[in-house]
DNA sequence: TTCATAGTTCGATGATAGTCGAGTAATTTT
DNA sequence: AAAATTACTCGACTATCATCGAACTATGAA
């Protein structure tokens, strides 16, 4: 009988540890031992055995800088895969408040690897695609005559994106709007631009993105977006006094 | 911290028994767990265990006609996570001639969730498309005023299919092949044409396909369509004499 | 009824693998 | 140079879980 190659890595992120560990490298950023090993509450021997399996199985690769070693998801297809395993699995009730709020962070808006996914995500594409900017096509989303410009104008190199192997725009189906948001290198661009921008920051300690309120005025500005107004400042500034967020 | 729920899932998929049976299932059928058990090649009995797992995972669901239960797949998001996974697996190297022989079975021909995949299910495709009796149209296939009346006569109850609420022929990309076959009803209705016809057959304990003498035949007239020659009887008599395929 | 088949539940067993303590190596700081 | 930091390797312990034999339920056939 032939096993499935996918039991390899499938159960690389089958344990409770690695999962928490990748989660954080989700955000995209490459991310030293010592900090994964915080973040899953284990010890650094544990993690260091953990991280090199995540690597011989090609979910990770590393980088040594000095005596720091750097991990981080080896592409972004990892990504994907975790963002299509969370689209199956089950919502796990929350316990404390600050969970609750975690999670309502989480749903708004979080990276997904290195572009932007959640309720924000989901309605920028809608609009994108509303305002006939975006097409999809297959896996991918294409660019009209009009979007070529608006990009342009949004301060997004469009040649340089196309010169690299990166897909150019694609489908990443997103776990909490259970709909498509935008991932490949336009994604990317975007995201990039928007921290650029300071219309967006991340939370620290998590994925979870948080809208400022220039972010706010300027997607409804550009983007003609309104956004629900149920993650409102009010939250933002509990998840603040909790400590989930620095002020 | 939130304990990411994609750990339950991940490890569900994550061991081999459990895993070859979802193989199994995404061929898209609904087995009994008989059948299952036999694929994973364990006991009814660890079977059973399994199964009640990934139904309270939610990857599976099943309904009991008389004795037997059938299990299937929960949705095809299920199916999505799995394509996901297996495009980040590395691909084993193969150790047995039998195995090499499974794998080449599956990369020319098999199923994809209910529609034919593969080497032949691409073939197909591409005949369509330069014979003009489909065309693309975005993320689905249209047919021409001549594949109308083509696939008409191959059979197919195309008023049939479009009173249906499924989407009529959706492109689905080919994990082996790295290009489109087609999804949706009317790729599952030509597959259930083609196995009607008895042009292709179900390789017991997989999800792969085995093309007929009459199928080869069937497709050259019909189709006009070539087969490679590299998938040959000759590899197909050892798939028999080996027990992979019932003579 | 009697027998056979399909599937499950329970309990015992055995192997896998996650965990951490101790020790080692390399780099930065004092 | 010594101390502190970062990370890895090895070995032992332990808990989890896949597995299967045995017993049980339910459906279908003779």
């Given at each position: 009988m032939m096993i499935p190659n996918i039991v390899e890595v499938a159960s690389l992120i089958g344990d409770a540890s690695r999962a928490s560990m990748l989660m954080c490298l989700l955000g995209g950023k490459s991310l030293p031992a010592n900090e994964l090993a915080r973040a899953a509450r284990i010890t650094p021997q544990t993690a260091s055995s953990h991280l090199a399996k995540m690597v011989e199985g090609g979910l990770l690769v590393h980088e040594s800088y000095g005596r720091h070693r750097y991990y981080r998801l080896a592409n972004s297809e990892v990504g994907q895969a975790l963002e299509a395993l969370n689209a199956i699995a089950p919502q796990k009730p929350v316990r404390s408040l600050r969970e609750s709020d975690e999670s309502r962070a989480l749903h708004f808006a979080r990276t997904c690897y290195d572009h932007l996914a959640g309720e924000v995500g989901v309605a920028w594409i809608d609009k994108m695609l509303q305002l006939v900017l975006l097409k999809e096509q297959g896996r991918n989303f294409v660019l009209t005559a009009e979007g070529e410009q608006w990009f342009g104008d949004f301060g997004i190199d469009l040649d340089g994106i196309r010169g690299?192997?990166?897909?150019?725009a694609r489908k990443c189906l997103d776990w909490s709007e259970r709909r498509y948001h935008m991932a490949g290198a336009l994604g990317a661009a975007v995201t990039s631009r928007l921290f650029d921008l300071g219309w967006i920051e991340r939370i620290p300690g998590g994925r979870a993105i948080r809208v400022t309120d220039r972010g706010f005025r300027g997607l409804e500005d550009k983007f003609g977006l309104t956004l629900s107004s149920d993650f409102s400042t009010d939250l933002q500034r509990r998840l603040i006094r909790n400590g989930f967020v620095e002020g």
């Amino acid at each position: 009988m032939m096993i499935p190659n996918i039991v390899e890595v499938a159960s690389l992120i089958g344990d409770a540890s690695r999962a928490s560990m990748l989660m954080c490298l989700l955000g995209g950023k490459s991310l030293p031992a010592n900090e994964l090993a915080r973040a899953a509450r284990i010890t650094p021997q544990t993690a260091s055995s953990h991280l090199a399996k995540m690597v011989e199985g090609g979910l990770l690769v590393h980088e040594s800088y000095g005596r720091h070693r750097y991990y981080r998801l080896a592409n972004s297809e990892v990504g994907q895969a975790l963002e299509a395993l969370n689209a199956i699995a089950p919502q796990k009730p929350v316990r404390s408040l600050r969970e609750s709020d975690e999670s309502r962070a989480l749903h708004f808006a979080r990276t997904c690897y290195d572009h932007l996914a959640g309720e924000v995500g989901v309605a920028w594409i809608d609009k994108m695609l509303q305002l006939v900017l975006l097409k999809e096509q297959g896996r991918n989303f294409v660019l009209t005559a009009e979007g070529e410009q608006w990009f342009g104008d949004f301060g997004i190199d469009l040649d340089g994106i196309r010169g690299g192997r990166r897909h150019f725009a694609r489908k990443c189906l997103d776990w909490s709007e259970r709909r498509y948001h935008m991932a490949g290198a336009l994604g990317a661009a975007v995201t990039s631009r928007l921290f650029d921008l300071g219309w967006i920051e991340r939370i620290p300690g998590g994925r979870a993105i948080r809208v400022t309120d220039r972010g706010f005025r300027g997607l409804e500005d550009k983007f003609g977006l309104t956004l629900s107004s149920d993650f409102s400042t009010d939250l933002q500034r509990r998840l603040i006094r909790n400590g989930f967020v620095e002020g």
